[in-house]
């Protein structure tokens, strides 16, 4: 699986939609808690260019926000970015 990364808040509704996307695809992901954390939300503003939660990465490439997250699954390209292939 893809490595990936999602900076969130606790009470973020997107937060726990595309946790919840995730979740049902089975994908193991870090979680940054940007709740009461400036200077980690500082390091996901100056990652991403956005102040806005959450921010997802996969392998590396910024995908945006929950938003993104879901147009990728409807668009069917989603399973494709989160599973690497059998040699890596």
């Given at each position: ?50 102040r806005t ?15 993104e997250l ?19």
């Amino acid at each position: 699986m893809a490595k990936v990364e999602i900076y969130t808040t606790r009470f973020c509704p997107y937060c726990v939609r595309a946790k919840s996307l995730l979740d049902s695809k089975c994908v193991d992901y870090k979680e940054f808690a940007v709740d009461g954390d400036p200077a980690l939300r500082q390091e996901m503003l100056n990652k991403s260019g956005r102040r806005t939660v959450p921010q997802i990465w996969i392998e590396g490439q910024h995908i945006g926000g929950c938003d993104e997250l879901m147009a990728l699954e409807y668009r069917g390209r989603l399973n494709s970015m989160l599973v690497l292939s059998e040699s890596g």
